[in-house]
C-alpha cells in the first residue's frame, strides 16, 4: 500500500471512529435526561444561559437581516412593480432557513464555544475524573442539561428572529418604498403558511441539539492544557458550523422529497 493510500486509510478511520465515539457520547446524553433524573436547577441555570443571554445578539441580528431585506428585496421587486412581495419573500426565507441557520450560528459562537471550554477546561484540570471518583455522572451533570436546554430554547430564539426580521423588513420597506401594511400582511399569509415555520421551529430545535452535543462532546475529550481548550474550543465552533449546513441540507431535501410524494 502507498503512502497515499495510508494517509487516506488513516483519516477514513479517525473520521469514523470519531465520529462513532461522538454518536455513542450523544446516546449516553439523551439516555441521561431520563436516567438518573436530570436536576432542574442546572436545567433553569442553562436555559438562563443560552437563551436570555443569546435573546439581545438575536434580535441584533433579526433587526438587521430585516433591514437588509426590506432594502436589498425592495429594490429588485421595484423593478417589476411587486413591491408588495416583499412581506412574502421576507417571511417564508425567514421561516423556512434564515431564522434556524443564523440563529443556530449566533448562539453556537456564544453558548457553544462557552460550553466547550468550560468543560475541556474541567477536563484538563481533572476535574471530571473528581467528579467520577465521587459518584457524580459527568455527563448527567454538565453535558445533558446544557443539550437539553439548547433543544428547548432555539425554537423559541428562533420564532423571536422570524417577527424581528419581518416587522423590520417591513419597517425598512415601508420607510423607502412606501408599502402597504395590508398588503405586507396579506402577502405573507398567501405565501407563508404554519407548516413553514413549524419546519423551521424543527430544525432550530435540531440544529440545538447538534451544537450543544458537539460543544460537550469536544469539551469531554480535550487533552493538553490550556492548548488544549483552545484547540477543543475551535474544533467544537467550526465542526458544529459546518455540520449545522449539512443537516440543513439534508432536512430541506427531505421535506422536498415528502411535498412531491
Same mark, same amino acid.
Given at each position: 500500500?502507498?503512502?497515499?493510500?495510508?494517509?487516506?486509510?488513516?483519516?477514513?478511520?479517525?473520521? %469514523?471512529?470519531? #465520529?462513532?465515539?461522538?454518536?455513542?457520547?450523544?446516546?449516553?446524553?439523551?439516555?441521561? =435526561?431520563?436516567?438518573?433524573? &436530570?436536576?432542574?436547577?442546572?436545567?433553569?441555570?442553562? &436555559?438562563?444561559?443560552?437563551?436570555?443571554?443569546?435573546?439581545?445578539?438575536?434580535?441584533?441580528?433579526?433587526?438587521?437581516?430585516?433591514?437588509?431585506?426590506? @432594502?436589498?428585496?425592495?429594490?429588485?421587486?421595484? &423593478? #417589476?412593480?411587486?413591491?408588495?412581495?416583499?412581506?412574502?419573500?421576507?417571511?417564508?426565507?425567514?421561516?423556512?432557513?434564515?431564522?434556524?441557520?443564523?440563529?443556530?450560528?449566533?448562539?453556537?459562537?456564544?453558548?457553544?464555544?462557552? =460550553?466547550?471550554?468550560?468543560?475541556?477546561?474541567?477536563?484538563?484540570?481533572?476535574?471530571?475524573?473528581?467528579?467520577?471518583?465521587?459518584?457524580?455522572?459527568?455527563?448527567?451533570?454538565?453535558?445533558? $442539561?446544557?443539550? %437539553?436546554?439548547?433543544? %428547548? =430554547?432555539? $425554537?423559541?430564539?428562533?420564532?423571536?428572529?422570524?417577527?424581528?426580521?419581518?416587522?423590520?423588513?417591513?419597517?425598512?420597506?415601508?420607510?423607502?418604498?412606501?408599502?402597504? $401594511?395590508?398588503?405586507?400582511?396579506?402577502?405573507?399569509?398567501?405565501?407563508?403558511? $404554519?407548516?413553514?415555520?413549524?419546519?423551521? &421551529?424543527?430544525?432550530?430545535?435540531?440544529?440545538?441539539?447538534?451544537?450543544?452535543?458537539?460543544?460537550?462532546?469536544?469539551?469531554?475529550?480535550?487533552?493538553?492544557?490550556?492548548?488544549?481548550?483552545?484547540?477543543?474550543?475551535?474544533?467544537?465552533?467550526?465542526?458544529?458550523?459546518?455540520? @449545522?449546513?449539512?443537516?440543513?441540507?439534508?432536512?430541506?431535501?427531505?421535506?422536498?422529497?415528502? %411535498?412531491?410524494?
Amino acid at each position: 500500500m502507498s503512502r497515499k493510500e495510508n494517509i487516506v486509510t488513516s483519516f477514513l478511520t479517525s473520521t %469514523l471512529t470519531g #465520529f462513532g465515539a461522538y454518536i455513542l457520547f450523544t446516546a449516553s446524553i439523551f439516555r441521561c =435526561m431520563v436516567y438518573p433524573r &436530570l436536576q432542574w436547577r442546572l436545567l433553569l441555570q442553562q &436555559l438562563e444561559f443560552v437563551g436570555n443571554k443569546s435573546l439581545s445578539t438575536i434580535l441584533l441580528a433579526s433587526v438587521m437581516i430585516g433591514a437588509v431585506f426590506g @432594502i436589498e428585496f425592495g429594490k429588485i421587486f421595484k &423593478l #417589476f412593480g411587486t413591491e408588495s412581495m416583499l412581506g412574502a419573500a421576507a417571511a417564508f426565507s425567514l421561516s423556512k432557513e434564515l431564522a434556524p441557520v443564523v440563529g443556530a450560528f449566533l448562539v453556537t459562537g456564544r453558548a457553544g464555544s462557552s =460550553m466547550a471550554a468550560e468543560i475541556a477546561t474541567m477536563r484538563v484540570n481533572e476535574q471530571i475524573d473528581a467528579m467520577r471518583v465521587m459518584a457524580v455522572n459527568p455527563i448527567a451533570y454538565l453535558c445533558a $442539561p446544557r443539550v %437539553l436546554a439548547s433543544i %428547548l =430554547m432555539m $425554537p423559541l430564539l428562533a420564532g423571536v428572529f422570524v417577527i424581528c426580521g419581518i416587522v423590520s423588513s417591513y419597517c425598512f420597506g415601508r420607510l423607502f418604498f412606501e408599502i402597504d $401594511p395590508g398588503v405586507f400582511v396579506d402577502k405573507i399569509t398567501w405565501i407563508t403558511r $404554519p407548516a413553514h415555520l413549524i419546519e423551521g &421551529l424543527e430544525k432550530a430545535m435540531l440544529f440545538g441539539a447538534l451544537f450543544s452535543s458537539i460543544a460537550c462532546f469536544t469539551g469531554f475529550h480535550a487533552k493538553g492544557g490550556a492548548k488544549g481548550v483552545g484547540k477543543a474550543t475551535t474544533h467544537s465552533v467550526v465542526m458544529a458550523l459546518v455540520s @449545522i449546513l449539512i443537516l440543513d441540507f439534508f432536512v430541506s431535501y427531505l421535506k422536498m422529497e415528502k %411535498l412531491q410524494l
